[in-house]
């Protein structure tokens, strides 16, 4: 349980509706109300890593906005830092940081380093911390060569880089990250989420992570909060959430092995064969158990050529709690 004192992030019975208007009929319109949050409390500590996951639509993107001012809940209680977000949002600017991955806080036509040159003189930071900041930012992000690029010319996975890097130039003691390793290939999320890792822990930073990405939450995060419907569904451990999905039966993830060759079902153990097609070969094994031995086991044993592990999808997870909950139902 967190305490008052430790609380960084808190929100009571918070809710978020949004009238809705579409046509009907020549000249006449009807009106309905779309409850976006609803009824959502949780508390975040300081210097706390918490991911929250869930659907497109489930509320994860309203949360946020309502956590930096962007939007007045309708109802409920907000409070970043003992602040009110709606209210005193110019003074909470200078102490959190937002990254949105389907928006940009860049200048489109303007070359990278002269975006963070605008937000250095938005956030009045002193040079030699913007020069720190930034320093370290390109080095760990990988952005050395992109920083004369006009952001217009930049590809997804390098313009959320450097929406990241400007996020964080003015230390932000509250990181918001909406979606952060969209669109984003294999190296490039590496590198986001290695660098997320040691932002946490070298500087304490207060992480919120909201994807439907379940390798983002497990690789950063100790604790999970899943919403669906505005709702929130589940909060605690990651191994947990999938036995509230399962209703306590183990869950699985899924070992997906390319050999050299067509061979028989592989015989490792802890795992089950559930799927074979020609070379490719689907093992079955639990949730909580580390994938690391057991690649090393078939690599030991076996032609290997390429290997990835499978988790369960966020719509899988909540699809098994709705029909868990339903079953039990009287």
């Not at 949780?42 to 906005?65: C, D, H, L, Q, W």
């Not at 930073?205 to 505005?230: K, P, S």
């Not at 183990?250 to 592989?266: I, K, S």
């Amino acid at each position: 349980m967190t305490s008052a004192a430790e609380e960084f992030i808190r929100l009571d019975d918070v809710e978020k509706v949004f009238d809705v208007r579409r046509k009907t009929g020549f000249m006449r319109r009807e009106r309905r109300e779309v409850r976006a949050v609803d009824s959502l409390s949780f508390a975040v500590r300081r210097g706390e890593m918490v991911g929250y996951i869930g659907p497109n639509g489930a509320g994860k993107s309203t949360t946020i906005k309502m956590l930096t001012g962007i939007l007045t809940p309708s109802a409920g209680r907000v409070r970043v830092a003992g602040i009110d977000p709606s209210r005193e949002r110019a003074r909470l600017a200078q102490r959190m940081g937002v990254v949105f991955g389907q928006r940009t806080t860049l200048w489109w036509d303007l070359p990278l380093i002269d975006s963070y040159r605008l937000m250095r003189r938005m956030y009045r930071i002193e040079e030699r911390r913007y020069a720190e900041n930034l320093e370290r930012c390109v080095e760990l992000l990988d952005l050395g060569d992109l920083l004369d690029a006009p952001v217009r010319q930049l590809s997804l996975g390098q313009r959320m880089r450097g929406d990241i890097a400007a996020a964080l130039l003015h230390d932000p003691e509250v990181l918001y990250l909406d979606e952060p390793t969209i669109g984003l290939d294999v190296v490039s999320k590496v590198k986001v989420r290695g660098f997320l890792r040691d932002l946490n822990t070298e500087r304490g930073t207060t992480v919120l992570l909201a994807t439907h990405d379940l390798t983002d939450i497990e690789q950063l995060c100790r604790r999970v909060m899943v919403i669906d419907h505005g709702r929130l569904m589940y909060d605690g451990e990651l191994e947990g959430l999938h036995e509230a999905s399962t209703g306590g039966d183990p869950a699985e993830r899924t070992l997906v092995v390319d050999l050299e060759r067509e061979l028989p079902p592989l015989d490792i153990e802890f795992t089950r064969v559930v799927k074979v097609e020609g070379a490719r070969q689907w093992l079955a094994f639990p949730a909580g158990r580390s994938a690391a031995p057991l690649v090393a086991r078939i690599a030991e044993r076996y032609p290997m050529v390429d290997l990835s592990v499978r988790e369960p999808d966020i719509e899988a997870v909540i699809a098994r709690m709705y029909a868990r909950d339903t079953s039990v139902a009287p």
